[in-house]
């Protein structure tokens, strides 16, 4: 999830940017470690010691998006990744990514992506 931190960064801000781009590279370390099992923003907070408000300036200072937003695109990268490259069912890959009702996977899914799972998937298998 490489990003290019110093362009979105107000200038103003040196001294705290800093802090911010290491915060923000913290966290998304630890959403490659546990996107799978944790949704909350909260956990992250409570993982980096900061309060989840203070996350999510952060966030949203650095890369213009809340903690959940970094955390459902991780999933939705994976959901995808899984869909193309696995004979997974769309049921399992909503259980690997710690969904259990697949109706709800499916609604953040289209919510995100505009499309259903099973239409994502679909238009891969044309390829």
């Given at each position: 999830?490489?990003?290019?931190?110093?362009?979105?960064?107000?200038?103003?801000?040196?001294?705290?940017?800093?802090?911010?781009?290491?915060?923000?590279?913290?966290?998304?370390?630890?959403?490659?470690?546990h996107?799978?099992?944790?949704?909350?923003?909260?956990?992250?907070?409570?993982?980096?010691?900061?309060?989840?408000?203070?996350?999510?300036?952060?966030?949203?200072?650095?890369?213009?998006?809340?903690?959940?937003?970094?955390?459902?695109e991780?999933?939705?990268?994976?959901?995808?990744?899984?869909?193309?490259?696995?004979?997974?069912?769309?049921?399992?890959v909503?259980?690997?990514?710690?969904?259990?009702?697949?109706?709800?996977?499916?609604?953040?899914?289209?919510?995100?992506?505009?499309?259903?799972?099973?239409?994502?998937?679909?238009?891969?298998?044309?390829?």
């Amino acid at each position: 999830m490489a990003r290019h931190y110093n362009s979105v960064i107000p200038s103003s801000k040196s001294t705290t940017s800093i802090t911010y781009i290491e915060t923000l590279r913290i966290l998304e370390k630890t959403i490659e470690t546990h996107f799978k099992t944790e949704k909350s923003a909260t956990f992250y907070a409570n993982t980096l010691h900061i309060t989840s408000k203070h996350l999510n300036r952060i966030t949203k200072t650095t890369v213009g998006k809340t903690t959940t937003d970094l955390i459902t695109e991780r999933v939705i990268l994976e959901s995808k990744r899984l869909m193309v490259h696995s004979k997974n069912t769309l049921q399992n890959v909503s259980e690997i990514l710690g969904y259990q009702d697949y109706a709800y996977f499916s609604r953040v899914f289209k919510q995100k992506t505009t499309m259903t799972p099973l239409e994502f998937k679909k238009s891969y298998q044309k390829y």
